[in-house]
Each structure stands twice: as C-alpha cells, then as structure tokens.
C-alpha cells in the first residue's frame, strides 16, 4: 500500500507487515556478522546476488528498515546513512569525484563542509570553487571556466543567516553544464522541502537535527539517484563510516515523529521570529517565514514550512552584556546543534569561529552580537517568556 500522507508514511513506510515476534517496533538486530547455514548458501550469495546480510559494515536489518523509511520520506530512489552528517558530506564528495575535477560549493555552506572542500578535497588533486550564495552570475562563469566541474554543492536554508537557493537556476545551469547537484538539506528537512522533486540530484540531512529530533544521536543520510548513491555507498563500505544498529532505532524512533515535530517547530519559529523583530533589545531578525527575509519569496516558492531555527541580532555588541543574556535564558539551554525537542541558544563567534580573526569573522557576517537559536516543541509563551527576561540584561540598546 502506498502512503500518501507524510506523517502516514513517517510511522510505516519501511517497516515490514509483520516484525519479529510480533513487536510493533523494528527489533535492534546487535551483529557484527551472519552465517549461513550451507555453502550453497554462500554460493547463491556471491553469485546470485541473494538479498540477504553478511557482515556489519555492509548492512543490517534495523538500519536497512531506517533507508526504507528515509527513501519513502525524501521520494528518492535509493538511501544510505553514515556514521555522521560530516562523514555523509565526505562520502558523498570523494564518493562521486576523482583526481582532476573540480566542484563549486556556496559560500555558507556549514563550516566544516568548507574546509573539507578547502583543505582536504586539494589532497586528492580536487579542486573546489567557493561562489557567494545567490550570485548564479558568478557561478555560470566559473562553471563556463572549468569545463572539468562534476559537481555542485549548496545548502537550503543556510547557516546561520537561513538563505534560500533558487532551484529552478541551479537546476536550469546543470540541465547546461551536466554536473551533479548535491543539496544539504539538513535545515528544511524532507517535511519542509524536496529538493530532489526540485531538481537535484543528490540530498544530505545531518540525522543528528531534525531526522533524529532528540538530540542523542549522530547520523548522516544521502539520497539521490540510484546511480549516484552506488558509488557513494561504495565509497562508504571502504572506509567504513557505518550507522550502528542503536542508532538506526534511534533514528526510526524519532522519524515516527518527524511530521509531529517539525509542525510545532515551524509554528514555535514563525511566533517567535515575529515577536523578536518587534522586540526593542533585537537589531534584526533572520527568518525566511518572514517578509524582511531577503529570500522570502524564494521560501515561499520552494518551501512548505520554514523550520525551527531563528537568527537574531542584539541590540548590542557589548560582549558583556550578551553575555549575561545568554547567562540568564533558563528554558532555552546554551549549545550548538539544532532540531531537536530542547530549545537550544548558542553565540556562533564564540563557539564556532572564536579562534578566527576579526576581520575575518566579519568577512563571514560572524558579528558579536549574532545569536542563533533553535526553538524546541515547548510552549511558545513559556519560550517567550524566557527570552523576554533574558534580553532585560541587553542594556545599552
């Protein structure tokens, strides 16, 4: 049966009619390795590519449930999940790209997305070409420069500022150029956008945000063409970046509920972007559910929901005094990450980008006084209310 409802299809899809000993939840199947009975059966294996497991770093049941799951969400024709979002975002690009070519990522892709392009990726003799986000002018003269371009790499929305890519440009430039279009799209998750319905060829999610949703995993998923993920998978089985057995149940319990969350986050964000740039402590409000947003329209368009995470500017850029607010929000707790069911706050010049210089911080719009935070499922008026008493300590605005 075919689910069209994608809460329907976040509880079942996947899962087989009937589980072992009739439990109603994928069982957590803790092997290293499987036998076979006869080698005949191992025959069969080898040469009849038999659909079955043989050894951990290759599959396993409870993960396999989790890629049925996931592909059925994302509409893909094939999924794999890794260790980590970071190791999913390295598969992916040493997976799919060989000595000699060249790729193209935006320029507020995650961070450390970038100096893997930067640092690592030169290693292997690739090369990459950093364009500023939504400068497609850009991007086509250095696609028309280096014919050897395989791949492009962008993110939707964006950390922290939550830009929006024009799908129809990225997906009209490789219908001209041939490359791969990857997209992460970790910040809308597959309940806010399909980005492969949208024209790319290729999706990455960090599992540990909103695919898991309880901040206690880490997990990376990939999914695309078949073709694609192929090579990806490959790539993966080699160095083996593997997701373990607890964490797919981790991940299958908490896509149960992705619809369920991401409906509240997206409520809790809208209420709570609006009611901050109205707020007298707050310069600026980044949210793409907002009209301010320099790429509402484009959210508007490619998107069904805006998420759950809101960047704002104090009023201040008085270290002290930004301090003292994040010291005094009590619901909302100070850490990074984003996407679960904890409302989360964090100061990205000091936890990411403390060891960079000034200059250089402000280069990558990283100011003093930019907080971001990722509302949870918890009452908006009690979320409020905590940061309405916080931003009292905001005092030279």
Same mark, same amino acid.
């Given at each position: ?16 009619? !009937? ?78 790209? /060989? ?9 507020? $892709? ?83 956008? !399909? ?63 992705? $619809?369920?969350?991401?409906? !509240? ?34 959210? /508007? ?95 030279? $605005?």
């Amino acid at each position: 049966m075919k689910y069209k409802g994608i809460s329907t299809r976040a509880v079942h899809a996947g899962e087989p009619d !009937r589980q072992y000993m009739d439990s109603i939840t994928t069982p957590i199947v803790m092997t290293s390795s499987y036998t076979f009975e006869l080698m005949g059966d191992v025959i069969d294996y080898v040469t009849k590519k038999v659909d079955r497991f043989e050894y951990g770093r290759y599959g396993n049941p409870t993960t396999a449930v989790a890629i049925k799951k996931l592909r059925e969400l994302e509409g893909a024709e094939d999924a794999e999940v890794f260790d980590s979002g970071m190791t999913s975002v390295s598969c992916t690009l040493l997976g799919l790209l /060989k000595h000699g070519d060249h790729m193209v990522i935006t320029d507020d $892709a995650y961070k450390k997305t970038l100096i893997f392009c930067e640092k690592v990726l030169p290693r292997f003799g690739i090369n990459a070409t950093i364009v500023k986000m939504g400068d497609y002018t850009h991007m086509e003269d250095v696609l028309k420069k280096n014919p050897a371009t395989k791949l492009v790499v962008s993110e939707s929305p964006t950390n922290p500022y939550l830009n929006i890519a024009d799908m129809d440009v990225l997906k009209s430039l490789k219908e001209k150029y041939g490359f791969v279009l990857a997209m992460d799209s970790t910040f809308a998750s597959p309940v806010n956008q !399909r980005p492969l319905e949208q024209g790319a060829d290729i999706v990455m999610h960090s599992a540990t945000k909103y695919l898991g949703g309880h901040n206690d995993l880490l997990g990376g998923v990939v999914l695309g063409k078949k073709q694609l993920l192929d090579q990806v998978r490959d790539y993966r089985n080699t160095t083996g970046g593997v997701m373990d057995p607890m964490t797919s149940y981790l991940l299958l319990r908490g896509l149960k509920t992705l $619809a369920l969350r991401m409906e !509240r986050l997206n409520s809790n964000a809208i209420q709570m972007a609006t009611w901050l740039e109205s707020h007298p402590k707050v310069r600026r409000v980044y949210y793409p559910g907002l009209p301010s947003h320099r790429n509402h329209a484009l959210a /508007k368009k490619y998107m069904s929901g805006f998420g759950g995470v809101v960047t704002f500017e104090l009023a201040t850029s008085n270290f002290a005094e930004i301090s003292a607010f994040l010291d005094n929000v009590q619901i909302f707790k100070i850490g990074p990450s984003f996407g679960g069911v904890e409302a989360l706050i964090t100061h990205p010049m000091t936890i990411s980008y403390y060891d960079y210089p000034p200059e250089e911080r402000k280069r990558l719009g990283i100011l003093d006084e930019l907080i971001r935070m990722s509302v949870g499922i918890e009452d908006f008026e009690d979320l409020k209310a905590d940061l309405d008493h916080a931003l009292q300590f905001i005092k030279s $605005a």
